[in-house]
């Protein structure tokens, strides 16, 4: 169990039939996944608190006036391209930080499946089809306007 | 490793609690996602039912813990020299705090400013 899973510079690699030599190379999709799960972390981190506290707590309790409890202001936002875009990293990134956390932790309460390529495919697939829905609704639920 | 071992010390438990933060937070964007669906429909009906309200302090307890273990993390994982000298974690710590305050005000400025 570690508390922090760092990208790894996965060496070991046997080059040639002897197998004696080991080259260090970078393991670019670990890479990759290692920059989606802290950018998805840390994104989620700065902004998702005010966005459950605001649009989950104080706008459903009438605290405040939110965008998204009247349907002519939350289509007038949703329709900014830059709120779009936003909105589409907000959640892709979180969702590969998601799936990597849940991922891990099934390993750490003694699921070794979770370690195994199908789990993979499973959990970052996940990812992968939210992020997918996402630019769909994103695209076709209201159109973009830059007025 | 045994079934319980999150259970026998405090700092294997809040471990899991870290981890588990992702659910509740994947459940919320869910919701989120929903709620820009439902925008274009003509039937849009805001959420304010109470156990939405209950469902988001719940989801809010855990991504507030989510900020607070990521964040503080940070001092660990970021290392930047300016000048050539190692600029200290607990400034980098602090600077992500800032950083949160921050987005917070600006996020929070744009979802009721813009409310009519």
Known sequence: ?147 | MPGGWWLRKRHYFLYVVREFTALPMALWLLWLLYDIKSAGSAGFQPQRSIGFVVFSAVCLVFAMYHSYTFLKLAGVIIHLKVMDRTVPPRVIVLTMFGLWALASIVIGAVLIGFAR
Do not use: C
């Open chain 1, 1 to 147: 169990m570690s508390d922090v899973h760092l990208p790894a510079m996965r060496g070991g690699r046997p080059e040639g039939p002897g197998g004696a030599e080991h080259s260090h190379k970078p393991a670019y999709a670990h890479l990759f996944w290692w920059f989606m799960f802290a950018n998805g972390g840390g994104l989620a981190a700065l902004a998702l608190p005010v966005h459950i506290l605001v649009q989950g707590i104080l706008g459903p309790l009438g605290i405040v006036l939110v965008v998204d409890q009247h349907r002519d202001t939350w289509i007038s936002i949703l329709g900014n391209p830059i709120v779009k875009l936003y909105l589409l990293v907000l959640i892709a990134l979180s969702f590969f930080h998601f799936a990597h956390r849940l991922r891990y932790l099934l390993v750490d309460f003694g699921v070794p499946a979770a370690k195994s390529t199908p789990a993979q495919v499973i959990f970052y697939g996940g990812a992968v089809v939210v992020t997918l829905v996402t630019v769909w609704i994103l695209l076709t639920t209201v159109p973009i306007s830059l007025g």
